[in-house]
């Protein structure tokens, strides 16, 4: 897992079977672990398993990649696979844990690697937001699988929130922040965040960062 402090707001998605025949990147006839098990199990974890696959692809053949980038990017992914095995012990649950950090790292892989984005996929980002009274910029990814989420960074905090249902727009929330609501709300370049103990602020996406 990450060293980056977390906070993994998932209480309300929910895991389902959007694609009955929905089949992750690695053979699941080889399946050892318990993730592995539920990630095949899942067909919405399954399409996270595709996208982080096709990225990785996509990162590990960049056009600036050297030996060492390229032994950099194997280790990290060799970690992560040992963070996303060890799920079983989240309070979380398994699949929600797990559903949490694909969502992270295919935020961090499309952050750290720039061909990672040079193709359309069932993701985007990460998006740099301006917000009024935030004091640092929000950086914003959308994992667009079956089962959205968004990944939200700022200062030293990394969230996860589902989306839910919305009159307009895309909105992403939760309460399992100590009871404490957690929101971003977005329609076109515009959105709404709600951080946790704060006050709804209004953001903007900054083209230019």
Same mark, same amino acid.
């Given at each position: /897992?990450?060293?980056?402090?977390?906070?993994?707001? +998932?209480?309300?998605?929910?895991?389902?079977?959007?694609?009955?025949?929905?089949?992750?990147?690695?053979?699941?006839?080889?399946?050892?672990?318990?993730?592995?098990?539920?990630?095949?199990?899942?067909?919405?974890?399954?399409?996270?398993?595709?996208?982080?696959?096709?990225?990785?692809?996509?990162?590990?053949? @960049?056009? *600036?990649?050297?030996?060492?980038?390229?032994?950099?990017?194997?280790? =990290?992914?060799? !970690?992560?696979?040992?963070?996303?095995?060890?799920?079983?012990?989240?309070?979380? $649950?398994? =699949?929600?844990?797990?559903?949490?950090?694909?969502? +992270?790292?295919?935020?961090?892989?499309?952050?750290?690697?720039? *061909?990672?984005? &040079?193709?359309?996929?069932? &993701?985007?980002?990460?998006? #740099?937001?301006?917000?009024? $009274?935030? !004091?640092?910029?929000?950086?914003?990814?959308?994992?667009?699988?079956?089962?959205? /989420?968004?990944?939200?960074?700022?200062?030293?905090?990394?969230?996860?929130? #589902?989306?839910?249902?919305?009159?307009?727009?895309?909105?992403? %929330?939760?309460?399992?922040?100590?009871?404490?609501?957690?929101?971003?709300?977005?329609?076109?370049?515009?959105?709404?965040?709600? #951080?946790? *103990?704060? %006050? @709804?602020?209004?953001? =903007?996406?900054? =083209?230019? $960062?």
């Amino acid at each position: /897992m990450s060293d980056l402090p977390r906070i993994c707001l +998932f209480g309300l998605l929910a895991i389902s079977a959007p694609l009955a025949n929905a089949q992750p990147a690695f053979d699941c006839g080889k399946a050892e672990h318990g993730a592995e098990v539920a990630v095949c199990e899942s067909s919405a974890l399954s399409e996270m398993d595709v996208e982080l696959a096709r990225l990785y692809a996509l990162a590990l053949n @960049g056009p *600036n990649m050297d030996e060492s980038r390229i032994s950099l990017l194997k280790a =990290e992914q060799r !970690g992560w696979i040992k963070g996303r095995d060890e799920c079983w012990k989240s309070d979380l $649950g398994l =699949e929600r844990c797990i559903a949490v950090e694909y969502a +992270f790292r295919i935020d961090a892989i499309r952050t750290g690697y720039a *061909n990672a984005r &040079s193709e359309a996929g069932a &993701s985007d980002g990460p998006f #740099p937001y301006v917000c009024d $009274g935030l !004091g640092a910029a929000l950086s914003v990814s959308f994992v667009t699988t079956a089962e959205p /989420m968004v990944v939200l960074r700022w200062r030293e905090n990394a969230v996860v929130l #589902p989306q839910v249902p919305a009159a307009s727009g895309a909105k992403y %929330a939760s309460s399992d922040w100590f009871g404490q609501a957690v929101e971003f709300w977005s329609k076109g370049n515009e959105a709404m965040f709600t #951080p946790p *103990n704060g %006050a @709804g602020l209004t953001c =903007e996406r900054d =083209e230019i $960062g």
